[in-house]
């Protein structure tokens, strides 16, 4: 059995797990490899694994009726992703998750790691850390697309998530924020040519 890694212990102690409990709580991990493109949770499943990024990136999308997909989120190195709500955890997902390149996972059942952070005392407030994140994002986000036209939402992007920009596939980044593949090409191009 390999070793959690060390970003994962420091996310579970700084959720205020220590002794048995942070030891319990690592014991439900284990490591998961998973391909570029490979689905990790399909729309419509129901999602039960808690899931660290050791190494990668995650996306969260959306398939439409007529199978077109829009990214709603990525996940890189230092992420921990769960299903937040009851209703996440219950009901069949809205969303689906894919690996965007070469992905090492740390992943656990999330009923069981849910139960050990809540007789510890650290669910709550690591849901609410994570319910915080999120909720920001989602404003931040809302106000890009709704404020800011193309150029500056990739300008945005790029300053917000430089460690994301030059990973992602242009497809995939255009659909996150809200482009074509050809605008965001152009856009690229334009910087490029002005030395940005």
Not at 20 to 25: P, R, S, W
Not at 103 to 129: E, F, K, Q
Not at 143 to 152: C, R, Y
Request: one cysteine or more; proline letters at 4%; glycine letters at 8%.
């Amino acid at each position: 059995m390999n070793a959690a890694p060390v970003p994962l212990n420091d996310l579970l102690v700084g959720a205020g797990l220590k002794g048995a409990a942070l030891e319990q709580a690592l014991s439900l991990f284990c490591v998961r490899r998973v391909d570029k493109g490979e689905l990790v949770l399909c729309q419509g499943e129901r999602w039960a694994e808690a899931m660290f990024v050791e190494r990668g990136i995650l996306r969260m999308y959306f398939v439409d009726r007529d199978g077109n997909e829009f990214n709603k989120n990525f996940h890189a190195e230092g992420a921990l992703i769960c299903a937040l709500t009851e209703a996440m955890a219950e009901q069949p997902s809205l969303f689906g998750i894919a690996a965007v390149e070469a992905t090492r996972l740390w992943v656990a059942p999330a009923d069981r790691l849910r139960a050990v952070l809540d007789a510890a005392g650290t669910w709550v407030p690591l849901r609410a850390r994570l319910l915080e994140g999120l909720v920001t994002h989602k404003l931040q986000r809302e106000h890009d697309l709704l404020a800011l036209d193309g150029a500056q939402r990739y300008a945005q992007f790029c300053a917000t998530h430089p460690q994301l920009a030059n990973r992602l596939p242009l497809a995939q980044l255009a659909t996150y924020l809200g482009l074509t593949n050809v605008s965001l090409s152009r856009i690229r191009r334009k910087l490029r040519e002005a030395g940005g």
